[in-house]
């Protein structure tokens, strides 16, 4: 039954039709200025997440990397930006396990609309309240709900995606990356010409109506396991090198938290619109490769050698990107997240290898709790490194401890084929 003036004949029915992404449709009526009905009939749950993880990504990445400024400009010092970009890691280190434990149990719809309840809450606190404490309780709300979102999306992505893995993988790390770049220009551009308060507040609207999003999923539960298979599963040489390794790998993301963007600006001399083309560029790149990579992955018998060219990439590029000459630090950007795009490609390739569909939420957990406390315990060192010997010191520290994470797997670690 068709809705109310859209019957086949009537005048709406006839009315030019717009498919978009997804299976979603714009009738535009000629008797009405604008007429926007939304179907999701073609979109399937896979695609659906896709979208709402990328949108949430925009969202949250449209700030993410400009808070330390906004934190400066409220007073606070090297250490304090530290710790509330610490506190932010925090919930992940307390949830991730429980989150991805709930993950084999329950529906994924119902911990992701509440991790985007608390995005959205986060939000609106950042444009209400400046103090030091007020923006502690955020960041740890905000961290929360980024975790419980994030993590129940890996997880059902781990599950659902079947043949292929590659292919799929590769198409849902590109769409997150994008995500990311799409957040850093936009937060940008709007940085560049409004206030930080006035852009949480729109950030806190779009999270609002990305809660419909989540609306058509089903409520689908996948398994119950014991709690003693988790710990056979993790109780493996491969599983904690693999876990070793990218714990090291990830203290470059604490870094980049502290210093990333107050490098871009203090060392390179860019305003908020030219770090947004900077940061925004080479995560396209990024993208592009890992969508080709996609298909050749599922074709070869070991990833070993992708990643270890991927950790590579990105110590020597994060490096490299710290010489103050424009043109040389944005190139070894790019390279630098070319890395960071396989390697993570290459994970979810890992995590599908070494651990059962039935227990893969939480088992994958431990590995991104892993990557989670290496954010952490990055935040809180690099944070006073950084205002002591400067925003580049954290990006080389931080590079070199990825290249030598890259020779524990080397030596450490026996991959699993095909």
């Not at 850093?184 to 206030?195: R, S, V």
């Not at 043109?327 to 059962?356: C, M, P, Q, T, Y």
């Not at 690099?382 to 080389?396: D, K, Q, V």
Request: glycine share 8%; net charge neutral.
């Amino acid at each position: 039954m068709q809705p109310p003036g859209f019957e086949p004949g009537s005048e709406a029915w006839e009315a030019p039709m717009l498919p978009l992404h997804y299976g979603c449709i714009i009738k535009l009526s000629h008797e009405s200025n604008l007429i926007v009905l939304f179907s999701v009939l073609s979109m399937d749950e896979l695609k659906l997440i896709y979208l709402i993880n990328f949108l949430r990504r925009i969202f949250i990445f449209s700030t993410q990397f400009y808070l330390p400024f906004y934190f400066l400009e409220l007073g606070f010092n090297g250490l304090e930006v530290g710790i509330l970009f610490a506190l932010f890691a925090i919930p992940s280190l307390l949830t991730t396990l429980p989150t991805g434990l709930l993950n084999d149990r329950f529906t994924v719809k119902r911990l992701i609309f509440v991790g985007l309840l608390m995005l959205m809450a986060h939000y609106i606190g950042l444009a209400l309240i400046n103090s030091f404490f007020g923006m502690a309780i955020l960041l740890f709300i905000g961290g929360l709900g980024n975790n419980i979102s994030e993590t129940s999306i890996s997880s059902f992505v781990l599950k659902k995606v079947k043949g292929e893995k590659g292919k799929e993988f590769s198409i849902y790390t590109s769409a997150n990356f994008l995500g990311v770049a799409a957040g850093f220009l936009i937060g940008g551009i709007l940085l560049q010409f409004i206030p930080f308060t006035t852009v949480f507040w729109i950030i806190a609207a779009l999270y609002f109506l990305l809660l419909f999003l989540t609306f058509p999923l089903s409520e689908t539960i996948f398994h119950s396991e014991k709690l003693g298979k988790y710990k056979s599963d993790l109780l493996n040489r491969n599983v904690l090198v693999f876990a070793l390794i990218l714990f090291l790998f990830s203290l470059h993301w604490g870094a980049e938290r502290v210093s990333y963007s107050p490098f871009l600006r203090e060392v390179l001399n860019l305003n908020f619109f030219e770090s947004a083309i900077y940061m925004t560029l080479p995560l396209i790149a990024l993208a592009a490769v890992v969508l080709l990579l996609g298909r050749r992955i599922d074709k070869v018998k070991s990833v070993r050698k992708y990643f270890f060219a991927a950790i590579f990439l990105s110590g020597a590029g994060h490096i490299a990107m710290t010489i103050p000459d424009l043109g040389i630090s944005f190139i070894s950007r790019v390279i630098h997240e070319i890395g960071d795009g396989v390697l993570d490609l290459v994970v979810l390739i890992g995590i599908a290898k070494l651990f059962k569909d039935a227990r893969i939420g939480g088992n994958s957990s431990f590995i991104f709790l892993m990557a989670t406390t290496g954010l952490f315990v990055g935040s809180l060192i690099f944070g006073p490194i950084a205002e002591t010997y400067g925003h580049s010191m954290p990006l080389i520290i931080s590079g070199i401890i990825s290249l030598v994470a890259l020779v524990i797997a080397f030596f450490g670690m026996d991959w699993i084929k095909k």
